[in-house]
């Protein structure tokens, strides 16, 4: 306990270390600190050891002042303090006491690969008891060749423990001047098999490994040149004097060939050697005296003989005895006679024996390999095989031959339901009772049934494969083999292999058939616990199959119910980092993965695995905080470019899936290359290149490192220039071809795809074996390169920070897979992750965008106000409205370019984020950048024709304000002349004199005015002149089209869409062969129809304005008419059509803006005007000459001229703020995204049932999305008087600033003289906030010479009180919602409207709306698309609706016709010839259309009808859909919760 205590490894006497442990990521896992202290050699040795290096035995301590490099190994004149060492043997001892099972297999394992002896008898001197280390021996598999196989290059292939291999044991007595270890190392022709003398530190004494019997084998390679032995044989070492060791002498006497005894003082009547029933061979330096006694029947003397002459003779008498020797003895059998030598098994522990008994039930009665697959593990036969190529058939309709799509993919399913049927009859059978028994056993008996199972399957598997593998050699050798008999040979080949993966599929396959039943059936709750316990073998370091390489298939419900098990188990929050390991078979991937990470997947006795693994290794909790995740999961594929499975039909498909997947799901990715076959690297570089552009285009970017192994030199990684540069040319020229085949031209070098150094992401590994297997250790230059590859790794590991919790990993994972089945992959991919972290961003997107919109409406709100105030606010008369037009519009530049800036620097922050999966969204970055920039532009143009518009207006209104202003000014002059001339004459007056005095007056006065008033415009010919100017720029025939028209004949009868041949005339109009002329017209009609009645309602909402017709009026409904087009752009009308309709709008237009005119004319007749303030002059003439205070009265007047354009205000206001209450109120998710608007709508639609509105929403449906966001957004604010509270919360918010306003000015006496002024002050101050109207303004101007300031303030402050009650009280009284929302001059549901309905692309075949965020995506896209027959689709020659959904169609051999095609069918699969810019993502499961496959089933009697067709063939399945199943489908679709 003494030196467990120094070295640290007390606590592990008892609570043993364990493999996981061990393999555990930690801080020590690259470190190169030097050792100092002894605690750090245990550690230090396992280390190396686990990397297979060679110097693991080296390991020792260093003194403080000692700089050496890591280890200090090999260079170090060792003076340092005794107490400071260990030898090599006591350290190992030390070890295998304190370890388990497990971690001593994998020990042995590495020491075996390193050719070191390992341990047959484990000595405790504790105890004092041995222990016969059979289990830890058990995993060695050793491949040798005797010289009669050299011809035949056949091998032996044996599991060490069972191989009947006779062993000879050394052993020392007494003294013996010859070193023993020394000369077992010469005989073996290894230097350091076993620990010597002259090794580092191996001259320190032993303290605790006296007693170790060590074992080595010698395993010839049939080269009679180079083998010393031509038979194997095991050599056994004890450590220490046969006389303390009896026990292990005895043992060693019982199964030894021979004993070559060691000594130097033999005696002839030893006691030690009466026992002995084996030769006994005496090995002495010299004889010093003849030996007697029939015990000792040989003498080897080396006396006068170098070493050399000396260990040939050893050899010939070992070789003597290998050779007669009959009565072998596997090690196995040795633990009988251990047992009755009071020697401890390690294989007798309790758990280890229960556990191999339940493995021999299921194993035992294995004959046929072939036959106990199809009776014990039935449902991965055939019905699995068939289950998967149908989930393929599903994404490729190769076979759907003349039959409808949707009817084929129904009877698809319908096979699938008989397959899961047919797996269900199946009955749990005897091996797989058996085997969930042993997998529900205790943490440590699950463990050794485990490895018992991998122990008995390996043995079966070499016994049935060897012959089949001769069989194969011998096809491939003759050049006359028929390719038929190698590819049955393959299938048996694949037949034959049975592993432990296989009862673990079986039981993936229990579980998946088990999902397709109801979810109270007993047998499926029987199934349940299952995934839990893959999950647990996934925690305890075993690989679980995630790819079934003999069906190419995931089963992805079993795969997803073991990781959500495995996340439970785990802490919810988990993160992993995937690595992921690609490599063309047999070209030392798995022994890579071995040596770096000590994890062993399912690749040996040679079985012919194929397909993908994955396995756990647990983060060390120090390092988890650095490196922000708690397991790596390793991905291991097998089989690619498999010689033996190469003539199976799908493999190469088979092998371009798995690297698609394992490429996709990786964070860091290791191609491994041999450099001896450039054939098959060129074939694995290929698959690589085009698994890495799909991952450039789904977001993926994994680090990628290539491993070239076996080497020949790599004294100098420049040797190596030459390979590299080759190596990125061969990578450029694939990518080439690749980025053709992906369809991905922009794509032309490796470097175009991902980041990649020749000189960084190349690693160079020498070959593994230093020297001739079997007897070669492992190269230590192999150990040294795996290890400077690992510790870039690890700094990948620390700066790679997309890790993800298992969820997201099993999202990808489905996804991903889903994928792969396509064709095409890149249009097929979706993905909830990637869906997810898109959504945020528009989600993110629409918010900026509306704070940038928002912030210039309000900051044009309040330029316009002040266009309109210009005359009363500027009283400076020196800056002209123009002037005052550039400033405004200089302001409006900055404001725009920091909103613009503000939007993209919210762009780049969001982009560097480390979470959200941005990396995900990377490429949809460029399109929101150009929709800020389009935004920045459309508000620009906005703001503009806003701004420019009120000016035009202001002037036009000029003419008519300075003749009311001349008038008035006339009619002051005169009633002050006649209120002096009153004063001075009759002081006395009654009021009927003054009256009388006044009438006069007046008479006179308008009898001396010249009235002029407006001149009458023909709005009907202005109008007409601003369409001939707006088609100014177009070709001659269009301009012809305006002759010979009038606008006073338009607009009266109802516009029609024409018969005709006009959609030759339009190109990208979408003509289908499956629809005649006049549905294509129809659709044209709604279009047109949806643009008058919107330009209706423009032209009703300048009705409500009290200014004169302007042509900004016009021009306004063309650039409406103009945006709509190129919104619906796809369905761009011909211009003979354009034109018609914009002479038809205008014609409506010139009519009602004609009679608004003569309105205004006649409403502002100058003489009508005047006498219409005749009561007032009179008013205030009278209370002039009475010197009556006016205050109150001009107070009065000023409020009432404010009310209206303080209503005016509150009602600008509103329509923001009912934005933002529906972006952030309750439901506000559902106008977050186009994409969660789309399924808001349909899921309304669905809760409603009602066919009228499908079909307002399939034939109008920008009319029906306005209208049904104007019914959502009534809703919401119905609730709680929301309306009310927005227009009081306005209100209120003016009021104030007209108060403080009053207030201000009141205290600024020295400028303020009289009420005219103050007033005039007031406008100033609210010059941005209210309009004032410019006559009611002067007529309260007019004859206001008050000085008492005070007063007037005091009491305007009353009225504005009482005026602020009155209006709020009037707001209370509610009204029509939409009435009053269809009112604001900024509708809400028309801002919504335009942002939620996005770029207006819809799928060229379904008319689905694009989904994609940002008005500049490069790309249109759509979560649902629906049957063709919905939209009135049919088939010409029967007239019968169709049911083909695009969705499937693009992924079939079908084709389409349109006037793009010229006529001629073109592929579905190649629609981007004609529609580049639209992503259809294929459909792969049978729900993904399930909502309109039971609206199309529900509405296909009426639809008919209305489209004058006959009733649909409606496949079986479609029928029993339930709404339910419509809204789980459209949840699934829309990625929702």
Excluded at 138 to 159: G, T, W
Excluded at 865 to 888: A, C, G, P, Y
Aim: charged share 30%.
């Amino acid at each position: 306990m003494e030196l467990l205590s120094k070295n640290g490894l007390e606590d592990h006497y008892e609570n043993k270390l364990t493999l996981s442990t061990v393999l555990e990521i930690n801080d020590n896992t690259t470190s190169d600190e030097p050792l100092t202290t002894m605690q750090s050699l245990p550690g230090a040795f396992l280390k190396k050891l686990m990397m297979a290096n060679v110097n693991a035995r080296s390991v020792k301590c260093l003194t403080t002042d000692q700089e050496v490099p890591y280890d200090g190994v090999d260079n170090l004149d060792t003076d340092s303090d005794s107490s400071n060492v260990i030898n090599p043997l006591d350290l190992i001892t030390a070890l295998f006491l304190c370890s388990d099972g497990f971690l001593q297999q994998e020990m042995v394992q590495k020491m075996s690969m390193c050719q070191f002896a390992v341990p047959l008898l484990l000595p405790n001197c504790d105890t004092e008891q041995s222990t016969l280390m059979l289990w830890a021996l058990r995993d060695i598999v050793k491949k040798f060749r005797l010289p009669s196989q050299a011809d035949s290059k056949s091998f032996i292939e044996e599991r060490i423990v069972l191989s009947d291999i006779p062993m000879v044991s050394f052993v020392r007595l007494g003294e013996s001047s010859l070193s023993k270890s020394n000369m077992l190392n010469k005989l073996l022709s290894n230097p350091d098999t076993f620990v010597h003398h002259d090794m580092d530190c191996g001259d320190v004494p032993r303290k605790i490994s006296n007693g170790l019997v060590e074992i080595s084998w010698y395993l010839p390679c049939g080269k009679r040149n180079i083998d010393r032995f031509t038979k194997p044989v095991a050599v056994a070492n004890l450590r220490g004097d046969i006389r303390s060791f009896k026990t292990q002498f005895s043992f060693l006497c019982q199964t030894s060939a021979a004993i070559y005894m060691f000594s130097d003082e033999l005696e002839a009547g030893s006691e030690v050697l009466k026992d002995i029933n084996t030769e006994l061979f005496l090995v002495v330096n010299s004889q010093r005296k003849t030996f007697t006694g029939d015990k000792v029947t040989h003498v080897i003397e080396k006396k006068g003989r170098n070493e050399a002459a000396f260990v040939k003779t050893l050899q010939s008498s070992v070789g003597d005895i290998i050779e007669k020797w009959q009565n072998k003895l596997t090690i196995e059998k040795m633990s009988g006679i251990a047992r009755q030598s009071g020697i401890l098994v390690d294989e007798d522990r309790k758990e280890c024996q229960s556990a191999r008994k339940m493995a021999d039930q299921i194993t035992s009665n294995i004959k046929d390999t072939v036959q106990f697959k199809d009776k014990q593990l039935p449902l991965q036969g055939q019905a699995w095989k068939e289950l998967s190529q149908l989930e393929k058939e599903r994404c490729r309709l190769r076979n759907a031959g003349k039959q409808e799509i949707e009817h084929y993919k129904s009877s698809l399913k319908k096979r699938e339901i008989e397959l899961r049927e047919q797996q269900q009859s199946f009955h749990m059978t005897d091996a797989m009772t058996h085997f969930i028994i042993g997998m529900s056993s205790s943490e440590v008996e699950r463990l050794y049934f485990l490895k018992w199972m991998r122990i008995y399957l390996d043995n079966l598997s070499r016994q049935n494969l060897s012959g089949l593998r001769e069989k194969y050699k011998m096809l491939q050798g003759k050049e006359s083999a028929d390719k038929k008999d190698i590819a049955d040979l393959d299938r048996q080949i694949s037949n034959c292999s049975l592993g432990l993966e296989h009862f673990l599929r079986e039981l993936g396959q229990l579980y998946e058939a088990s999902c397709s039943l109801p979810e109270d059936s007993p047998q499926r709750r029987q199934m349940e616990h299952l995934p839990g316990l893959c999950a647990q073998m996934l925690l305890d370091g075993f690989p679980i199959e995630l790819v079934d390489g003999d069906a190419s298939n995931i089963p992805l419900k079993w795969i997803s119910a073991v990781l959500t098990q495995l996340h439970t188990l785990v802490d919810s929050n988990s993160k992993i980092l995937v690595v992921s390991v690609l490599g063309v078979q047999s070209t030392g991937k798995s022994t890579l993965l071995n040596t770096m990470f000590g994890v062993q997947f399912a690749v040996s006795s040679g079985r012919c695995t194929r397909g993908a693994f994955m396995l756990l290794i647990k983060v060390n909790k120090e390092l988890k905080e650095e490196l922000k995740y708690d397991f790596i999961m390793i991905i291991d594929t097998e089989g690619l470019k498999s010689p033996e499975l190469a003539q199976l039909v799908d493999s190469y498909e088979h092998d371009n899936e798995l690297a698609t997947l394992v490429i996709g799901l990786s964070d860091v990715t290791i191609i491994n290359i041999s450099m001896e076959n450039s054939t098959e690297m060129k074939d694995i570089l290929q698959i690589v290149v085009h698994a890495f552009i799909r991952m450039k285009e789904v977001g993926k970017k994994p680090v990628c490192h290539f491993v070239h192994q076996n080497v020949a030199d790599i004294s100098a990684h420049d040797n190596n220039m030459r390979d590299r540069k080759k190596l990125l040319e061969q990578l450029n020229e694939m990518t080439l071809a690749a980025a053709r085949m992906e369809k991905k031209e922009n794509i032309t070098k490796f470097t175009d795809v991902m980041d990649y150094d020749p000189d960084t992401s190349s690693c160079y590994i020498p070959g593994l074996w230093h020297g001739t297997p079997p007897m070669a250790p492992v190269n230590a230059g192999y150990s040294e390169a795996v290890y400077d590859f690992k510790k870039s790794l690890m700094e990948d590991f620390r700066q790679c920070r997309k890790n993800y919790v298992l969820t997201h990993f099993m999202k990808w994972i489905q996804s991903l897979w889903v994928s792969v089945k396509f064709e095409n992959f890149i249009f097929s991919f979706r993905n909830s992750l990637v869906a997810d972290a898109y959504s945020r961003l528009c989600t993110e997107y629409s918010d900026w965008e509306w704070a940038f919109q928002k912030e210039m409406y309000n900051w044009m709100i309040g330029a316009e106000t002040k266009i309109s105030n210009f005359d009363m606010t500027v009283l400076n008369h020196q800056i002209t409205i123009r002037e005052m037009l550039n400033d405004l519009m200089r302001e409006a530049s900055e404001k725009l370019s920091v909103g613009e800036k503000e939007i993209q620097n919210n762009l780049i922050t969001y982009f560097r984020k480390q979470d959200g999966h941005v990396n995900l969204v990377e490429k949809y970055r460029e399109g929101f950048v150009a929709s800020a920039k389009t935004l920045r532009r459309e508000t620009e143009n906005t703001v503009n024709n806003t701004l420019h518009g009120a000016v035009e207006i202001k002037e036009g209104m000029a003419k008519l304000d300075d003749i009311k202003s001349s008038q008035a000014n006339t009619m002051e002059k005169k009633v002050l002349a006649l209120l002096q001339t009153c004063r001075q004459n009759k002081s006395d007056l009654s009021e009927q004199d003054l009256i009388e005095e006044f009438e006069r007056m007046w008479k006179e006065t308008l009898s001396e005015i010249k009235f002029r008033g407006l001149t009458r415009r023909d709005v009907a010919q202005d109008a007409f002149n601003i369409l001939h100017d707006h088609f100014s720029t177009r070709p001659g025939y269009v301009n012809s089209m305006l002759v010979g028209n009038s606008l006073v004949d338009c607009g009266k009868i109802p516009f029609v869409v024409e018969s005709g041949n006009w959609w030759k005339k339009t190109k990208g109009f979408v003509r289908h062969r499956n629809r005649d002329s006049d549905h294509y017209r129809k659709k044209l009609q709604k279009l047109c129809d949806d643009i008058i009645t919107h330009c209706q309602d423009l032209i009703t909402q300048r009705l409500r304005s009290k200014t004169d017709y302007h042509d900004t009026y016009i021009k306004e409904l063309l650039n409406n008419i103009d945006e709509t087009l190129q919104q619906n752009k796809k369905r761009k009308v011909c211009e003979e059509c354009e034109v018609k309709l914009k002479l038809h709008i205008c014609g409506i237009a010139a009519i009602t803006y004609q009679k608004k005119h003569d309105d205004f004319i006649a409403d502002n007749d100058p003489r009508k005007c005047l006498e219409q303030s005749k009561e007032k002059y009179l008013t205030d003439f009278i209370d002039l000459f009475h010197n009556k205070d006016q205050c109150q009265k001009k107070a009065e007047e000023f409020s009432k001229l404010v009310q209206p354009a303080v209503q005016d205000y509150v009602t600008k206001m509103i329509g923001p703020d009912v934005v933002d209450k529906m972006k952030t109120g309750k439901g506000s998710q559902d106008y977050s995204t186009r994409t969660a608007f789309q399924f808001s709508i349909l899921q309304q639609l669905l809760m409603d049932g009602e066919y009228e509105k499908y079909r307002e929403y399939i034939n109008h449906y920008q009319r029906f999305v306005k209208d049904w966001l104007l019914d959502r957004i009534a809703q919401q604010l119905s609730k709680d008087s929301r309306v009310e509270k927005l227009e009081k919360k306005h209100l209120s918010e003016i009021v104030k600033i007209i108060t403080e306003a009053i207030s201000k000015i009141r205290n600024t006496t020295s400028t303020v003289k009289d009420i005219k002024t103050f007033i005039q002050n007031i406008c100033c101050a609210l010059e941005e906030k209210l309009v004032f109207p410019k006559d009611a303004l002067d007529s309260i101007m007019t004859l206001n010479y008050s000085a008492n300031i005070a007063q007037f303030a005091d009491d305007l402050t009353v009225f504005v009180g009482k005026m602020e009650q009155s209006l709020a009280t009037e707001y209370d009284k509610g009204g029509d919602i939409k009435e009053r929302l269809r009112s604001l001059p900024f509708k809400p549901q028309d801002k919504m409207f335009t942002s939620l309905f996005g770029c207006g692309e819809q799928c060229p075949f379904c008319c689905a709306p694009c989904e994609a965020g940002g008005k500049e995506h490069a790309k249109h896209f759509t979560s649902i698309h629906c049957p063709q027959g919905v939209t009135g689709w049919m088939n010409l020659k029967t007239k019968v609706l169709r049911t083909d959904i695009c969705s499937s169609s693009v992924i079939s051999d079908r084709k389409f016709n349109t006037n793009l095609t010229e006529g001629k069918p073109h592929p579905y699969k190649d629609y981007q010839t004609y529609y580049p810019d639209w992503i259809i993502t294929g459909d792969s499961s049978m729900e993904a259309s399930d909502y309109w496959k039971y609206v199309m089933a529900t509405f296909n009697e009426r639809i008919a009808r209305d489209t004058n067709a006959l009733p649909a063939d409606i496949p079986e399945d479609w029928k029993a859909l339930t709404s339910d199943d419509a809204l789980k489908s459209l949840k699934n679709a829309f990625n929702m919760k």
